[in-house]
């Protein structure tokens, strides 16, 4: 195991059907998020599977394949997922959205079954998501299994003391994103995530993620952006962070959804981080 492929996360859905539709994405795909993990030499992940119930779906995403559901949904924290993550070191398991205390505890209830179940992950979280309550999850996964941590997503350019601020004493790792392509935010990224560690204080972590597809240039909704990441922009936030990572800067990175793996429209974009990851990889020699 390399430097960075030990800190390096997958993300993404584990799929019942292959090819088939997940989240997010346009069309059918013959990747999981295990079978990407393998592909980049990664042992750790964030399992989104969890994050959505039917009755959300069906309210908020009605525009998806129906098929999302029996292909991710139906299935999600299931045995059948875990024995398929089994080669994982590491789970970050995502909370339901708008039944997130809920799913807090189931999940700390099947890490203590699943070993490699090292924590809850709270995607989009802000004061209405999940934060009201985010002392409330904390206390009951501790009383289930003491070992769990929390993950939060955070965007650089949403205001801290709304959104984050009242969740630090509870939050772990703190991974930051940036939702509209930007070779700017690429170039001041160190600052951002000193500002970030400045915020949350001591005794936290920061991953970066990053995004394959292009959700935020448009200003139009997620069901609707048709179109990857420009290539330019992709290859400066591989770059970034992947130095970011080996110089000490950042405590990880999240590399992005899974099923777009095995899309053809994205193969320029995968084939350089995969070829990058291995080339910052085997040429560091470790003493």
């Known amino acids: 195991m390399g430097y960075l492929k030990d800190r390096?996360?997958?993300?993404?859905?584990?799929?019942?059907?292959?090819?088939?539709?997940?989240?997010?994405?346009?069309?059918?795909?013959?990747?999981?998020?295990?079978?990407?993990?393998?592909?980049?030499?990664?042992?750790?992940?964030?399992?989104?599977?969890?994050?959505?119930?039917?009755?959300?779906?069906?309210?908020?995403?009605?525009?998806?394949?129906?098929?999302?559901?029996?292909?991710?949904?139906?299935?999600?924290?299931?045995?059948?997922?875990?024995?398929?993550?089994?080669?994982?070191?590491?789970?970050?398991?995502?909370?339901?959205?708008?039944?997130?205390?809920?799913?807090?505890?189931?999940?700390?209830?099947?890490?203590?079954?699943?070993?490699?179940?090292?924590?809850?992950?709270?995607?989009?979280?802000?004061?209405?998501?999940?934060?009201?309550?985010?002392?409330?999850?904390?206390?009951?996964?501790?009383?289930i299994n003491p070992a769990l941590k929390i993950a939060a997503v955070t965007y650089y350019n949403w205001d801290w003391d709304k959104h984050y601020a009242s969740g630090v004493p509870y939050i772990d790792i703190f991974s930051r994103w940036c939702w509209v392509p930007s070779f700017d935010y690429w170039q001041f990224h160190e600052d951002d995530i000193k500002k970030l560690r400045d915020l949350a204080g001591d005794g936290k972590k920061i991953f970066q993620g990053i995004y394959i597809h292009d959700f935020g240039s448009s200003g139009r909704p997620v069901t609707e952006c048709l179109n990857c990441v420009p290539i330019d922009v992709f290859k400066k936030s591989v770059e970034t962070i992947c130095e970011h990572t080996c110089n000490g800067i950042l405590d990880g990175i999240i590399l992005p959804q899974a099923a777009y793996f095995s899309f053809l429209s994205h193969k320029e974009h995968v084939s350089f981080l995969k070829e990058y990851v291995d080339w910052a990889d085997d040429t560091m020699t470790e003493l």
């Not at 969890?50 to 999302?68: G, I, N, Q, R």
């Not at 139906?74 to 970050?92: P, T, W």
């Open 8 to 143: 390096i996360w997958s993300w993404g859905y584990v799929l019942n059907n292959v090819p088939g539709p997940a989240p997010f994405t346009f069309g059918k795909s013959r990747c999981s998020l295990e079978t990407q993990a393998a592909y980049l030499g990664a042992e750790r992940c964030f399992y989104m599977n969890s994050m959505f119930s039917t009755a959300y779906l069906e309210k908020h995403f009605k525009s998806w394949d129906p098929e999302v559901v029996s292909n991710c949904v139906e299935n999600a924290l299931s045995e059948q997922h875990f024995q398929r993550l089994g080669k994982m070191k590491q789970i970050f398991c995502t909370l339901e959205h708008e039944n997130y205390l809920d799913s807090a505890i189931r999940i700390a209830k099947a890490s203590l079954i699943h070993k490699n179940i090292c924590g809850i992950h709270l995607d989009d979280y802000s004061a209405a998501n999940g934060g009201s309550i985010i002392r409330e999850i904390k206390e009951s996964i501790m009383e």
